[in-house]
């Protein structure tokens, strides 16, 4: 089965509506981090979360980790079309440091102009 | 300061040949990461190394994969005898140090084909 799950696998919105990407892991969380992906391309780092409660915000974008319910939400703001690509989440579990993330398999975004 | 730097970026190989693939870690980084990102699954840890040294290589097949950080120059991933299954976006990570709390760039990636 698979340790972090993410929610929807897809999503499309129309140029300005607000929306959110979830998270959830099957053990705990030590930390969380964020990337997108375009397709074909590499990752972009967008955040890292390292506690419970920690809320961060980069433009736009803005993501919570909840430990206690061992999931993470990412929440874009007034969407554009430029916010379009794959969003992964990944957990450091390996063993105290971050080499080992382990990742959900994605959320596609489509932003609709 | 570049990012981390993958080439090539698109690769194809026969099957039975060997695939090279190079990244050259972000400046001052000296840890680095290989993920594959195989078509419908999700991105996988293989190998993690610092200069000279394989640290954690739990996720590298048995055979024929293989890598190295050597002390001057880029991190090579190296498959030997590719097969039709090779086929996937292989990505390098870099760090300046493995605390938990480091972030991890990742380059553009190889994306090899073997036909």
């Known amino acids: 089965s698979q340790e972090l799950e993410q929610s929807p696998q897809s999503l499309i919105v129309q140029e300005g509506k607000n929306l959110t990407i979830n998270c959830t892991s099957s053990?705990?969380?030590?930390?969380l981090y964020w990337y997108k992906q375009k397709y074909g391309e590499g990752l972009i780092f967008l955040m890292m979360?390292?506690?419970g409660g920690e809320e961060k915000s980069h433009e736009k974008i803005t993501a919570k980790l909840d430990e206690k319910k061992q999931q993470s939400s990412l929440h874009i703001t007034a969407s554009q079309p430029s916010h379009a690509g794959i969003y992964l989440c990944?957990?450091?579990w390996g063993g105290g440091s971050n080499y080992k993330l382990t990742f959900g398999k994605g959320t596609l975004l489509t932003v609709n102009p | 300061n570049a990012g981390v730097m993958q080439n090539p970026r698109h690769l194809v190989r026969r099957r039975g040949q060997e695939a090279r693939l190079r990244c050259s870690p972000m400046k001052g980084h000296s840890h680095v990461y290989w993920y594959r990102q195989l078509p419908e699954e999700g991105l996988k840890f293989m190998v993690y190394?610092?200069?000279?040294?394989?640290?954690?290589e739990s996720g590298m097949p048995k055979e024929r994969f293989s890598a190295e950080f050597p002390k001057e120059g880029p991190s090579i991933l190296r498959i030997q005898q590719v097969v039709r299954g090779d086929s996937a976006a292989y990505f390098c990570?870099?760090?300046?140090?493995?605390?938990?709390?480091?972030?991890?760039?990742f380059g553009q990636g190889t994306r090899l084909t073997v036909v």
């Open positions: 979360l390292q506690k």
């Open positions: 053990k705990t969380l030590y930390g």
């Open positions: 190394l610092q200069k000279e040294n394989i640290i954690d």
């Open positions: 990570a870099s760090s300046p140090d493995r605390g938990l709390n480091t972030e991890a760039f």
């Open positions: 990944g957990a450091p």
